[in-house]
């Protein structure tokens, strides 16, 4: 009878909860939307590339698979290549050394409206030296005013 009664005490005192096979997702959820927060507002700031205020045309956009060749002059007269800055003097020779497919791609020139047209007319004359002839001049969309 002892051994009865000890058992009986055991189950009372004993109990445990039965094992919880459930996962708790909340505090995944929750750092999935902190994430997503943050990649929203990240986003928008890693496409910037060279801040150049554009001027205005009418002209329509030209479609394009792959990312172009582009040349950007900004405000201060600073030239880039893609989103490097490259002396004016260094531009034909790193240009010959992209161009090993071929000078027939379209190379794309940005330039401030506040830029100085003889500074563009100079990056265009390297362009023409290093042998391309598609050059073409981006604008934003002219607004109706």
Known sequence: MGAGVSSGGRQLRGRRRPVMSEINVTPFVDVMLV??????VAAPLLT???P?????????SIDQDREPLTISVNDKGQV???????????????????AKNGTDERIYVRGDRKVDY???????????????????LVTEVEQGR
Do not use: C, H, W
Not at 81 to 88: C, G, K
């Open 35 to 40: 994430l997503l927060i943050i990649f929203m």
């Open 48 to 50: 910037v590339g060279v």
């Open 52 to 60: 150049i205020d554009l001027p205005e045309s009418q002209a329509k």
């Open 80 to 98: 880039f290549l893609q989103n490097t800055e490259i002396p004016v003097d260094e531009l034909v020779a790193k240009l010959k050394a992209i």
């Open 118 to 136: 003889g500074t563009v007319m100079r990056v265009m004359g390297r362009l023409s030296a290093a042998g391309y002839r598609r050059v073409a």
